[in-house]
């Protein structure tokens, strides 16, 4: 009775790997678990026997293929779980170290710049601005250097203080700006640069050299200007000067040499400009009266070597010779001059005694304020003013 009990032993296999539906078998104590898988209906589908490609396992624990069923405790009506092996890890063809390595170099290698057509890169520099980078487009303007641009797109770089600092280190205002004038291709289908020369017709692209005269503005090739050696500019006939051609988009040899003429020439601007300054500063002086240029409000006139004159707030102008003060001061000045000569001390000037001769002194004097200063009274209406403190 035991004995059939255990032959008629059935338990459930599954495979999670293979995904098929869960079988009912009836198993002999007595066999093995390698001999179960031999007997199972899809061990044959692969080429390789099922001892080699799966396992079997009971409760989340691998059965030994060479114990027998019985002995493995496993109940009537249990589950038994197939298990299959993964295929590759090395040595079976799936993948090799060469291209693994291969995949890693391409992976982490450092992305090489793409290479810029230098011919594409020079007509870019000579048929765009040099700020926005948009075509050229009249009117364009050029700076102390050479360098191209859009006056449309300057000016508003200039406006909202936005242009680059290579630029904004000398680039303050339009006056540091060049007005030039392009000459167009003509014709419909224009390839390339849209500009020439007006003389000899080479285009403005990077493949011939061109100057901007400075006084016109016209641009021209340095060939035209080799072959017609002229002061005048060819275009229009303007005179200029050596100093005045700035070579465009130049090497750097050649933006170093204008970049020192424009520090030389607003070096001379500001030398100029100071000059100036001083020059107001001392007409002004001598407009207020101001001679000595310090603070005090005296003015001398000088009517010999030894002799002066002071007063103040008399508007006299300073008299350089012995001639002039002769003939421009009256006859009473020049007799208290004289008077000072002899007693050895300065004589204050007095507003009578340059007086009219035919003028009574107390009406002419009375023309001063000074003259009545004593008798003037303040009240409470005019203490302010500054009649009685002149």
């Keep these: 009775m035991e004995c059939s009990k255990l032959q008629q032993l059935q338990v459930f296999i599954r495979s999670p790997d293979l995904q098929f539906p869960i079988r009912a078998l009836t198993l002999n104590p007595n066999q093995t678990w390698a001999d179960l898988k031999k007997s199972l209906p899809f061990s044959n589908s692969s080429s390789s026997s099922s001892s080699e490609l799966g396992f079997l396992s009971f409760n989340g624990k691998k059965l030994d293929k060479s114990s027998t069923i019985g002995s493995s405790g496993i109940a009537a009506n249990s589950t038994i779980n197939l298990h299959f092996k993964l295929l590759g890890g090395g040595g079976d063809g799936g993948s090799t170290c060469a291209e693994s390595r291969d995949c890693y170099l391409k992976m982490y290698a450092e992305k ?29 303007v050029i700076d102390r250097l050479g360098n191209v641009f859009n006056k449309e797109a300057l000016v508003k770089g ?93 090497t750097d040899e050649e933006v170093d040499v204008l970049r020192n003429k424009m520090i030389e020439m607003k070096d001379k601007e500001r ?21 000595s240029g310090g603070g005090d409000e005296s003015v001398s006139v000088v009517t010999s070597d030894d002799v002066r004159l002071s007063g103040k707030k008399h508007g006299i102008d300073v008299v350089n ?70």
């Design 112 to 140: 090489k710049p793409e290479k810029v057509d230098p011919n594409e890169k020079r007509l870019s520099k000579w048929t765009t601005c040099a700020l926005s980078f948009e075509p050229l487009k009249p009117p364009c």
């Design 158 to 250: 200039l406006l909202a203080k936005s242009l680059p600092k290579p630029f904004s280190l000398y680039i303050k205002g339009l006056k540091d700006l060049i007005p030039i004038q392009l000459s167009s291709v003509e014709g419909d289908k224009v390839e390339g640069s849209r500009f020439q020369c007006p003389i000899s017709g080479f285009e403005f692209n990077g493949n011939y050299r061109f100057y901007a005269l400075s006084k016109c503005g016209h641009v021209i090739s340095a060939k035209a200007l080799k072959e017609i050696k002229s002061s005048a500019c060819i275009v229009c006939h303007e005179e200029f000067e050596e100093d005045d051609k700035i070579v465009i988009n130049g």
């Design 271 to 291: 030398e100029k400009k100071a000059a100036t300054k001083v020059k107001k500063s001392k007409s002004k002086q001598l407009n207020s009266g101001d001679v």
């Design 321 to 390: 010779s012995k001639a002039e003060v002769n003939a421009k001061l009256p006859n009473a000045v020049a007799g208290a001059a004289a008077a000072t000569a002899k007693n050895g001390s300065t004589k204050r000037f007095k507003a009578v005694d340059i007086a009219p001769p035919n003028a009574d002194k107390k009406v002419y004097a009375s023309l001063f304020t000074s003259s009545r200063k004593s008798d003037f009274k303040e009240t409470y209406s005019c203490r302010s003013l500054p009649l009685g403190r002149n």
